[in-house]
């Protein structure tokens, strides 16, 4: 079943009678070839492109609640590549890249909405860092323009340029990001998975792994033993929880991050904006509500909600960039567990186990990344090599001294 | 969420400053032949449980005394707290 806009015609006028399920809901085999645990957005396009692009067969996602139950349904759908080190910018460029042609691609329409997204300085040494970072992406292929205080004026008039503690000087700005229709990117995943025969199984819980002399055979899972040649664990967030079933230990903790959505408005924000002096980012939904973030909360969690202190915290950060939203009303607000590494950066890589890969430790951005990361990742369970974009997200980086430390934080995930 | 703390009372967590896992009041020995791999563990591994998990808190907003809490990283319910002072007292560490 082909989406287009003929078939919306000829259905409205059948009174939209012919639209089928999006995908089947099989029971499980005794036995695949590849078994991606976690149907979220990094396992379901992991399982598409290795069905698609690397002609893999017998492929199996499962899924724990229903497809697309965490954070691909969580996030605030940023898409960007504006990455400063060489370890990210490819990566993240590629993913970018695939973002572009994922409509036509998957024949779904996910809402690709290349809006711009704008980060304001507010200091010198602060556009100094933007300028290098503008010309790091350069170098990676990416776009990237500074903007000067009179350019954003024209742009955004709204923002408080004259704080007295956080004056406005200008922003920098990547034109082809921008963000995605979260949820229709894992059911466009799905479908497109779907549709090249992958076993897509809800509600099946992995409880275990069988493993015999360093070598895996297959899932113990809630509907009973799957067997598998490999298997490829996605479930950024409960990566610890997984990976621990297998005897590891991984490099990662598990922190809440909060969202939030104001009621419904009529256009006023054109982009992504982020508050270069405090953690604040803000655009606005096709249904016109705002939709913002902050930090994460900063102590371990997997409660999947967040406590006040942070939505006040956020809240500020909008009050001192955005004052006009100040009587705007909040809608919802929800929490996300983040995966959150010792370095920010992920991790898509063999382990220990022969025949079991791991890719999680996406921090707060795993959305942007999904197309490549799910390409990587198809790409290594396939090849058995890296994808030469993600050569970088070893798991033995952390022994051997090659941490890619975006942030500059060092080994603390409460502060990436 | 509001830690009890062992000598001020129940504090408000925001006075807290936030490190991690209880575990890395254990320090490995630097001296000993395996401590490149133990501090490796030790500074980049974690348990990271969902449920009950003892995690250090620093009282920066208040007495300065660094803590050990027992939290529910499932529910955020704080299940006690102690001084870490006493806790590395406990299993015969030097306190300095």
Redesign the interface.
């Known amino acids: 079943m082909r989406f287009s806009g003929f078939r919306v015609l000829s259905e409205a006028l059948k009174g939209h009678s012919g639209w089928k399920p999006l995908w089947r809901n099989p029971d499980p085999q005794p036995f695949y070839d590849y078994v991606i645990v976690g149907g979220g957005g990094h396992g379901l396009a992991t399982a598409y492109y290795l069905a698609k692009t690397f002609r893999q067969s017998r492929i199996a996602v499962l899924e724990k609640g229903w497809l697309g139950s965490g954070n691909v349904g969580r996030n605030t759908t940023v898409i960007r590549s504006n990455y400063l080190l060489p370890g990210n910018g490819p990566f993240y460029e590629f993913s970018l890249k695939l973002w572009e042609g994922l409509e036509q691609e998957l024949n779904f329409n996910s809402m690709v909405s290349q809006r711009g997204v704008i980060y304001l300085f507010h200091s010198d040494w602060q556009r100094d860092a933007y300028r290098r970072r503008a010309n790091s992406m350069a170098l990676a292929g990416a776009d990237a323009r500074l903007l000067s205080r009179e350019d954003l004026k024209a742009m955004l008039p709204f923002l408080n340029y004259d704080n007295a503690r956080f004056p406005i000087h200008g922003g920098f700005m990547q034109p082809r990001a921008g963000t995605a229709r979260h949820d229709a990117v894992a059911w466009g995943y799905a479908r497109g998975a779907d549709l090249y025969g992958v076993d897509l199984i809800q509600n099946c819980e992995v409880t275990g792994f069988r493993i015999v002399d360093g070598n895996i055979r297959g899932v113990e899972t809630s509907r009973g033993f799957i067997g598998a040649n490999k298997v490829g664990v996605a479930v950024a967030g ?1 990566s ?2 997984v990976m ?1 079933m297998a005897g590891m ?6 922190h809440v991050l909060q969202a939030f959505v104001t009621e419904g408005l009529k256009p006023i924000i054109p982009c992504v904006i982020m508050f270069g002096a405090g953690h604040f980012y803000i655009s606005q939904s096709d249904k016109g509500g705002l939709v913002f973030c902050g930090e994460i909360d ?6 999947q909600r967040g ?1 006040l ?1 942070m939505v006040e915290d956020v809240c500020e950060g909008a009050m001192a960039v955005m004052p006009m939203i100040g009587r705007v009303r909040l809608l919802r607000q929800w929490g996300g567990v983040m995966d959150m590494s ?1 370095d920010g950066s992920p991790i898509i890589d063999r382990t220990g186990i022969e025949g079991l890969y791991f890719n999680g430790g996406w921090c707060v951005g795993g959305f942007k990344a999904t197309p490549a990361s799910g390409h990587a990742f198809a790409h290594l369970l396939a090849t058995d090599t890296p994808h030469e974009t993600a050569r970088a997200y070893r798991l033995d980086r ?2 051997r001294g090659y941490l890619i430390d975006e942030s500059g934080a060092g ?4 502060l990436q | 969420m509001l830690i009890p703390h062992p000598v001020l009372g129940l504090r408000d967590a925001r006075e807290f400053a936030y490190l991690g896992d209880a575990r890395l009041i254990d320090r490995p020995d630097p001296s000993a032949p395996d401590a490149e791999a133990a501090f490796c563990d030790y500074v980049y591994l974690r348990d990271n449980p969902a449920g009950a998990h003892r995690e250090l808190w620093f009282h920066e907003h208040g007495d300065h005394s660094w803590l050990v809490v027992t939290r529910n990283t499932i529910t955020h319910e704080i299940l006690g707290a102690e001084l870490a002072h006493d806790v590395a007292l406990a299993r015969k560490r030097s306190v300095k």
């Open positions: 409960s610890s929880r621990a230990r991984l490099p990662i903790e598990s900063g102590y371990n969690s997997y409660a406590n202190p010792m952390f022994a080994a603390q995930p409460n």
